[in-house]
């Protein structure tokens, strides 16, 4: 019988009895193939415009010094000390000491090493840095108050001895964030007029606001507006003398020698 008779003769129907194992698979179909390549073209389309969006972001360069200070290069740094010794007694707390300056990210890194560094409330952070980023300095205050830290401004040795140092510019406002906020002798506070640097159309107008804004976050932190003044009245960094600090309640505890 010729192979095409034999092929018509074999039964059809419901009650053939499937391939036996080891028949090869039918070939994917036509619509499979077209899903999947589909799907392969949605997934580039995803990926190029994430890519161009980052490319943009990056190009601008405030996004770009913020990413390198977020993830490069961060411009603090930080320490943590077992026990901050202000006055040699031997009592000392767990403290934080933050030096360097102020950059973009520097509240995001501050988040991080505080949730590293496991302080409790009332225990300290130290700071020494002469100032930077106006708004990340806000947002470091408003972070520390959250956590019920105290500030001071020093450094620290291995021993654990609080030294002096100098809190200039935006760094004040990071330290207002604290309390309380302790006095370190020899420790300077020093504040100046914030301009912007970026192109406004209104200079005096933005300065006005930022002016608003500082006079806000200081009366939040239980300072008074007597430093807003001080800064307002000069372009120069005016180093407070601890007495004016002390009457400006932006030191709240009395001066500890180092």
Not at 36 to 54: E, K, P, Q
Request: net charge positive; proline share 9%.
């Amino acid at each position: 019988m010729p192979v095409d008779d034999r092929k018509k003769s074999q039964p059809t129907g419901p009650w053939v009895r499937p391939p036996a194992p080891g028949h090869p698979p039918s070939p994917p179909s036509r619509l499979g193939n077209r899903r999947l390549s589909w799907s392969a073209v949605f997934f580039m389309l995803i990926l190029l415009s994430v890519g161009i969006r980052a490319f943009k972001d990056l190009s601008r360069p405030e996004a770009w010094a913020y990413w390198k200070d977020e993830y490069f290069s961060p411009s603090l740094n930080s320490s943590r000390i077992p026990s901050a010794d202000f006055d040699g007694s031997g009592r000392g707390r767990p403290a934080l000491a933050i030096r360097g300056r102020i950059g973009p990210a520097a509240a995001s890194w501050l988040r991080t090493q505080l949730e590293q560094a496991h302080l409790a409330p009332g225990d300290l952070v130290l700071l020494s840095s002469p100032g930077g980023d106006v708004g990340q300095a806000v947002i470091m205050g408003e972070i520390i108050r959250s956590r019920g830290l105290a500030t001071a401004v020093g450094t620290a040795d291995d021993s654990g001895r609080v030294r002096s140092a100098y809190c200039a510019s935006a760094c004040v406002l990071a330290f207002a964030g604290g309390k309380p906020r302790y006095g370190v002798e020899g420790s300077l506070l020093g504040v100046h007029r914030f301009v912007t640097t970026a192109r406004v159309r209104d200079p005096v107008a933005d300065t006005q606001r930022t002016t608003g804004m500082l006079l806000g976050y200081m009366t939040k932190m239980g300072v008074s507006s007597s430093v807003v003044e001080a800064m307002s009245e000069t372009s120069a960094v005016r180093w407070l003398a601890p007495k004016e600090a002390l009457a400006m309640n932006l030191v709240t505890d009395p001066l500890r020698k180092p």
